[in-house]
């Protein structure tokens, strides 16, 4: 199946750095890859929808500005989390949808990255 | 709009014993249902999923789930649990195409197996 992977696996950052996150599909081209976070013992919210060549769009809530979304390539989208605060920390996913357009179906998950800022 | 809802933060089985994870769903028309499975400080693996077709579904690791189109449930099922079972599930759904085609994930629930 299709393979998404994340680095790095964990990062410790001090307040007011920023933080790159990569998120790769290796094995297919995902025009479209999700970014979710994800607080202990709850479910993903989705921070914004990643699409290759053009800006992402954010859910609501989401401070577009704090949270710098790249779809660079057609297997690599990064995510910066810019001046980092101890609130930042938490658990991010991304997700690359299968190929196919809108009638694709299952997402692929990464494995995650832990961010713990001090 | 599309919802999903897992009634149960935590469910506790035997090892041997069959389990069940609940999961209803709300869309405006046709659903597609997924099942993922979190282990910890891990992304989402899939599970199985429910497009089209019978009703019964059958997934990865042992894991199926029956869609009930007239209770709007799609609950997680599998005859025998084992400790390695132990994870946090989350049901997902999205409307059928026209609709949103990013699914809404469950809140999520622990499954533990006790040895």
């Known amino acids: 199946g299709a393979v998404v992977s994340q680095h790095p696996s964990w990062v410790i950052c001090k307040s007011g750095t920023s933080v790159k996150i990569e998120c790769r599909s290796l094995?297919?081209?995902?025009?479209?890859m999700f970014w979710y976070r994800q607080f202990p013992k709850q479910s993903l919210m989705l921070m914004a929808t990643?699409?290759?060549?053009?800006?992402?769009?954010?859910e609501q809530g989401v401070e577009k500005d704090k949270f710098l979304i790249n779809h660079a390539s057609l297997t690599l989208s990064t995510l910066t989390v810019t001046s980092a605060h101890p609130e930042d920390s938490s658990f991010y996913i991304c997700?690359?949808?299968?190929?196919?357009?809108?009638?694709?179906?299952?997402?692929?998950f990464g494995p995650g990255t832990r961010l713990t800022v001090t | 709009a599309q919802s999903v809802a897992q009634p149960e933060d935590q469910v506790n089985v035997a090892e041997g014993n069959p389990l069940t994870v609940k999961c209803t769903y709300s869309?405006?028309?046709?659903?597609?249902l997924f099942w993922y499975v979190q282990y910890p400080n891990r992304g989402l693996q899939f599970l199985l999923k429910?497009?089209?077709?019978?009703?019964l579904v059958k997934g990865s690791y042992g894991f199926e789930a029956e869609f009930n189109k007239s209770q709007t449930s799609f609950h997680l099922k599998k005859p025998s649990a084992l400790v390695s079972d132990s994870a946090l599930y989350f049901c997902?759904?999205?409307?059928?195409?026209?609709?949103?085609?990013?699914?809404?994930f469950g809140r999520g629930t622990s499954l533990i197996v006790h040895p």
């Open positions: 997700s690359a949808r299968e190929p196919g357009g809108e009638g694709s179906y299952e997402q692929y």
């Open positions: 094995d297919f081209q995902a025009t479209t």
């Open positions: 990643s699409n290759e060549g053009s800006k992402a769009t954010y």
């Open positions: 869309v405006s028309g046709n659903p597609y």
């Open positions: 429910y497009i089209t077709g019978d009703n």
């Open positions: 997902a759904v999205r409307d059928s195409p026209g609709g949103s085609y990013i699914p809404t």
